[in-house]
């Protein structure tokens, strides 16, 4: 984890809690693609054809994050984000561009490609996040296939999916994205092309209703 997120984690973590209930995705549609062409103030480099989508399809806001599933501020900001999107359910996506910067990261984006292409991205997602601190900067990330296993992914179909020439011309795009735009700590959010520059929950939450209100 980057040291300029250390401090933040660990207070999201303890104020925020990872299992909230209260925090939940618009689930009315599967994760999609990112569709093209993107809102006219996010610069083509920040969203790519290939990345995940959740929310609302056609949400006016989008806030990418340059995500690690090994990082642990990522995992510390990821009830954050579901609850902002669940406040704001017609109007904001989130598009996640992936960003191995730890030992492992690799290997849980082939965990999180292999339940996208299944259907069971979300539960997928969270089943890793949560066992994250059992498989943190472990280059094989077993464990985080056994928690993805547990809800469902069908660990065989996935490891062949992920396998493909396509996912590593993807990964080696999000990868080339990351030193083109200089992102260099995970996470890293946009929303509407507006770099966060103070990572939290309060400055996360004030951009976003800040973009809201301003396109209605």
Request: net charge negative; hydrophobic share 45%; glycine share 6%.
């Amino acid at each position: 984890m980057s040291k300029r997120f250390a401090v933040v984690a660990v207070a999201i973590l303890a104020i925020v809690g990872f299992g909230v209930s209260a925090f939940y995705y618009n689930r009315s549609a599967e994760v999609r693609e990112a569709q093209v062409p993107a809102p006219a103030s996010v610069s083509d480099i920040l969203i790519r054809a290939h990345a995940p989508v959740l929310g609302a399809e056609n949400g006016r806001v989008t806030i990418v994050e340059f995500f690690d599933p090994s990082c642990e501020a990522c995992r510390a900001m990821y009830p954050v984000v579901k609850q902002i999107m669940a406040e704001h359910p017609n109007d904001v996506r989130l598009v996640l561009r992936y960003a191995p910067l730890h030992q492992g990261s690799e290997e849980a984006i082939k965990i999180l490609e292999g339940a996208r292409e299944q259907g069971i991205f979300v539960p997928v997602l969270e089943a890793v996040l949560a066992s994250q601190p059992e498989w943190h900067d472990d280059a094989r990330a077993e464990r985080a296939w056994a928690a993805a296993s547990s809800v469902g992914l069908n660990v065989e179909r996935a490891r062949q999916t992920t396998a493909s020439p396509e996912f590593t011309k993807n990964l080696n795009q999000d990868v080339a994205d990351l030193s083109a735009i200089g992102v260099k700590g995970t996470p890293t959010f946009y929303v509407n092309g507006k770099v966060l520059s103070n990572i939290g929950a309060e400055q996360l939450s004030a951009l976003v209703k800040s973009e809201v209100a301003a396109t209605r």
